[in-house]
């Protein structure tokens, strides 16, 4: 028996979302909204001047819809999503945002892009600073912008002269807070004839990050007509007493001072001083500032890595570069008030940054301790002043350009007018390139090792110094009059000081003088100051020469193919050299030697009418010449 077959199963008539025009009035409002309840806003909610008194645990999430024209007052745990959030709406009572992450639209919050007035550039600024304080107090904790190209008036002498520049600034919140921009988010400072304008800043904060930006002074466009003034102190970042910050990923043009300032709030001696500690300058690009890329006045564990550095304090044709004109500097206050120290720069780590362009240098410590320089790429120099504990390390320093190549020195360690002051530096596996000279080191207790120093025209120059080493370092140079290592012409005196040691020697190889003293420890009460040369290889078709030269060893040393020559110089010893010499006598003696022991030298001379040992005088006093070998 056949069974009927089954009628066929029909589909459910699938019921469609219904479409919801957002653009369209909301059809309720929110004075009966109950405790707890969740609103999802999908269409225009105006408030219509209102204030709307909400109960406890009410939400309010973002569905395409807006809020407009009132006040939202929540009662304990408000929430309400960012995204909802515009210029006509004020939020207030217990409430917070859902996320913390908020998107600032600039059009929302009546931003005025493009170039415009001192007034409405003014209210960008006001409209800018007060929505990142609003957000925050809602609980944001990142506020991220992506396109906007706007004008921010800071001038501090109309609105607040008596205010600190960073206050008149687009001024961050005090803590926990990130701004986080990118390549589309242009800040321009409205231009100005202020003395101190600043376009943003932390002041007295912690744990703030900066990401990302454009941020752009008015360094060509401003007013410079206050003679009064050198108009040095226009910032685009102060980082004032602020802590555990970073602030990265950011472009930085055409600051009229410095592109970054990091300094404390008053002095080391104020009650209120809040110094800066903890901070990272990462990843930046810094062109063109008018006076220095980054300056550090006062602060502590501050961290400046893996920047750009392009035309620091370069002269444009519309503004001039202003002093000091380094990429970076360190520079303390530390006279002029008789509480004592007015700032303090220390433990400042400056590392895998690359320099090009800078008006002066790239790096100077003017004052500042314990700041380490390295593992960076420059093309100016690195120097210290007045300094304790710094090192400069690993660092590659090419010279591009006359001012380097005819004139500049690479790294000046030291100052030679504030003699024992500095101390505990050292200097150490740098590689310098076509500089005119290599490092000029002074002061106390400073090592200079392991560096290479290439086509110079002098390598190393030893000023006023004592209780110092210069070690293992290689000097090669096949420049023209080309010099090793020598004094400085204004050298006081070399006191305790070894150049070279067993296994430590200095490698030096030049076109000319290998080692020059010259009118070294000559004066009253430097009788008993002594300078060590020993262990070294040296090769030059010019001779070592001392002149009017006191208190000195030169021992052990290995010289090819020139000698030494020694003229007016006292209580020295020559021994135990191995001297081959094709061009010159492998010891010289000329007038005015008093007090030389020269022996146990091993000498070989092969050019024509070459001596092992020539005495060209009969005026010496005391000289001692013994056991030498001469082949």
Request: proline share 3%.
């Amino acid at each position: 028996m056949q069974e009927p077959e089954e009628d066929p199963i029909e589909d459910p008539i699938k019921e469609e979302d219904p479409v919801v025009d957002n653009s369209s009035p909301c059809d309720f409002d929110l004075s009966s909204t109950k405790e707890g309840e969740t609103i999802n806003l999908n269409c225009i909610l105006d408030l219509e001047g209102k204030t709307i008194n909400l109960p406890k645990n009410v939400t309010i999430t973002f569905d395409k819809g807006e809020i407009k024209n009132g006040t939202l007052n929540f009662a304990e745990n408000g929430k309400i999503d960012g995204q909802l959030l515009n210029a006509s709406v004020t939020i207030d009572g217990k409430a917070q945002l859902i996320s913390d992450e908020f998107e600032f639209i600039p059009n929302k919050w009546g931003i005025v892009e493009g170039k415009t007035t001192d007034e409405v550039s003014r209210e960008n600024r006001d409209v800018f600073e007060e929505t990142m304080q609003k957000i925050n107090d809602l609980g944001g904790k990142t506020f991220k912008i992506d396109k906007m190209d706007a004008y921010f008036n800071v001038d501090e002498s109309k609105t607040a002269p008596t205010q600190f520049p960073a206050l008149t600034a687009i001024t961050l919140p005090k803590s926990d807070f990130t701004l986080k921009m990118t390549d589309n988010t242009h800040l321009r400072m409205q231009p100005n004839g202020a003395i101190r304008p600043t376009l943003l800043a932390t002041f007295t904060a912690n744990n703030i990050t900066i990401d990302g930006g454009v941020l752009h002074g008015d360094r060509d466009e401003h007013d410079y007509t206050t003679i009064s003034s050198t108009h040095e102190w226009g910032h685009l970042l102060r980082i004032t007493g602020t802590k555990n910050s970073v602030f990265k990923n950011i472009k930085f043009e055409d600051a009229t001072g410095d592109a970054i300032d990091v300094h404390a709030l008053g002095h080391s001696f104020d009650p209120n001083y809040t110094y800066c500690d903890n901070v990272l300058i990462t990843n930046n690009t810094m062109i063109r500032s008018r006076r220095n890329h980054i300056s550090i006045t006062d602060g502590r564990n501050i961290t400046v890595e893996k920047n750009d550095f392009i035309d620091a304090s370069i002269h444009t044709e519309k503004s001039r570069g202003v002093a000091p004109g380094f990429a970076i500097d360190v520079e303390a206050v530390r006279h002029g008030n008789p509480r004592g120290i007015s700032e303090i720069a220390e433990d400042i780590f400056i590392r895998n940054n690359t320099e090009n362009g800078s008006r002066i240098g790239a790096v100077t410590v003017h004052t500042g301790d314990k700041v380490t320089i390295e593992d960076n790429t420059f093309e100016n120099s690195i120097s210290y002043s007045t300094s304790i504990g710094t090192i400069i390390k690993n660092n590659k320093i090419t010279g591009k350009t006359p001012k380097n190549t005819d004139k500049g020195i690479a790294i000046t360690a030291g100052r030679s007018d504030v003699y024992d002051k500095n101390y505990g530096n050292k200097v150490y596996g740098n590689i310098i390139k076509d500089y005119s000279i290599g490092i000029v080191m002074s002061n106390k207790d400073l090592e200079v090792y392991d560096n290479e120093i290439s086509n110079c025209k002098l390598g190393i120059t030893i000023g006023t110094i004592r209780e110092s080493k210069i070690y293992n370092n290689i000097i090669k140079s096949n420049r023209d009059s080309s010099d090793g290592i020598v004094s400085h012409p204004t050298v006081e005196y070399i006191d305790n000081v070894v150049v070279g040691g067993k296994s430590k020697g200095n490698n030096i190889e030049v076109t000319r003088t290998p080692v020059k003293l010259v009118n070294v420890n000559d004066k009253n009460g430097q009788e008993d100051f002594k300078l060590i040369i020993t262990h070294n290889t040296i090769t030059s078709t010019s001779t070592n020469t001392f002149s009017n030269a006191h208190g000195f060893e030169f021992n052990e040393n290995i010289i090819n193919q020139g000698g030494l020559r020694i003229v007016n110089s006292e209580n020295a010893t020559f021994i135990a050299n191995t001297i081959t010499s094709t061009v010159a006598n492998g010891i010289r003696l000329d007038t005015g030697c008093k007090n030389l022991t020269i022996k146990d030298n091993t000498i070989k001379v092969t050019g024509t009418n070459l001596e092992c040992i020539k005495v060209n005088t009969t005026d010496g006093v005391n000289i001692n010449i013994d056991n030498n070998t001469c082949n």
